[in-house]
């Protein structure tokens, strides 16, 4: 049973960097695709950016491309979001999630794909 920690959340100014980081626990981490999802207030929980379980592919959404990148430490069983020039429409609650996904050449796009889930963490970004 896997268990996802997100952290590194807070109250940043527009134009501010944070970094997530989702700490997993449990077997087979390296087994899985990890994926990063928001949830602002009032809206639907959106995809961000998902990781293959190597690290070696990624996939950005198109509103985050250029400013957000994802990568991962399997070693340390835990995965970044590099967020920067934010922007005060990414607030929103960040959550990580995982799937058992071996392919390389397509990642899992959608909330339906993922099994396991984190508490997420608060974004806020504001002046």
């Known amino acids: 049973q896997l268990q996802l920690v997100e952290s590194g959340g807070g109250l940043v100014q527009p134009g501010g960097s944070l970094r997530l980081s989702c700490e997993i626990s449990g077997i087979d981490v390296d087994l899985h695709a990890i994926g990063w999802f928001r949830q602002a207030p009032g809206k639907e929980r959106e995809v961000v950016a998902c990781i293959s379980s190597s690290g070696r592919r990624t996939r950005i959404a198109d509103s985050v491309q250029g400013r957000f990148t994802m990568s991962r430490d399997n070693d340390k069983k835990t995965v970044y979001l590099e967020m920067n020039s934010l922007e005060p429409d990414d607030t929103a609650v960040y959550y990580c999630?995982?799937?058992?996904?071996?392919?390389?050449?397509?990642?899992?796009?959608?909330?339906?794909?993922?099994?396991?889930w984190g508490q997420g963490t608060q974004v806020t970004v504001s002046s």
């Open positions: 999630a995982a799937r058992q996904w071996l392919y390389e050449t397509q990642l899992p796009w959608q909330i339906y794909e993922y099994d396991y």
